[in-house]
């Protein structure tokens, strides 16, 4: 297990490193510094997570977490000094997997890092229903593919198994909490924005709007709900 620490504190790369090296057998913790520093260490170390400070020189954590969603689809937990939603939102928009707020507790962090890499390598669940077909939209579950129109949608894991969840359940109501269970974990229940970011996304990617839903219906203060195919 490979983890790059991107942060321009130097005690809090070592503290990072010593937390992962007490705790977890086999780990190789790098450090870098700066912006530049961490896109290249991601494009020749290949780490199999970043840990990504918001608070950089030169160039902050947000862009570049942008510029690292260009070439790599490598797992980003944000660490942020400021516990706020729009900069969380921000995150998750711009493509991380999670959201750590300093000061961090080293257990959570790690029980964080675990969840991510838990979640991105567990295969999406099985279904016995062969496909779904609703308008443009078809699921062929057995091959765990989307198209819209016959195009093929590119769909992370995590969108994959948010959509998966919501239309196993057309036409009735997924509440925030039980979403959040069902994809993250028990541990991200009350994790609202996560599920806010992840169906603007699935949104976007099906054509789809909120004002005038063809899949994706809100129910405002609850959850969400697949819209049954008549």
């Given at each position: 297990m490979r983890i790059l620490v991107v942060d321009d504190e130097p005690d809090v790369v070592e503290s990072v490193r010593l937390g992962f090296m007490l705790q977890w057998r086999d780990v190789d913790v790098l450090g870098?510094?700066?912006?530049?520093a961490a896109l290249d260490a991601v494009e020749n170390e290949r780490p199999d997570i970043v840990l990504l400070d918001v608070g950089l020189p030169t160039i902050d954590g947000y862009e570049v977490l942008r510029q690292l969603r260009a070439f790599s689809d490598v797992p980003v937990v944000m660490l942020t000094a400021r516990d706020d939603a729009m900069d969380k939102v921000k995150g998750l928009e711009l493509g991380a997997d999670d959201y750590v707020t300093k000061p961090f507790n080293h257990l959570e962090l790690m029980a964080r890092v675990k969840a991510v890499l838990r979640r991105l390598e567990m295969p999406a669940p099985a279904s016995?229903?062969?496909?779904?077909?609703?308008?443009?939209?078809?699921?062929?579950?057995?091959?765990?593919e989307a198209r819209l129109g016959g195009r093929r949608l590119d769909l992370t894991p995590t969108e994959y198994k948010v959509l998966y969840h919501l239309i196993r359940n057309a036409g009735h109501v997924l509440e925030h909490g039980t979403l959040l269970a069902r994809v993250w974990g028990r541990e991200y229940v009350d994790e609202v924005d996560y599920?806010?970011?992840?169906i603007l996304r699935l949104r976007e990617k099906l054509g789809d709007s909120s004002e005038s839903p063809r899949y994706?219906?809100?129910?405002?203060?609850?959850?969400?709900?697949?819209?049954?195919?008549?």
């Open positions: 870098v510094g700066e912006g530049e016995r229903m062969p496909s779904f077909k609703s308008g443009e939209l078809e699921v062929d579950f057995a091959e765990q599920i806010r970011v992840y994706i219906q809100t129910e405002r203060g609850v959850g969400y709900r697949f819209i049954a195919p008549s």
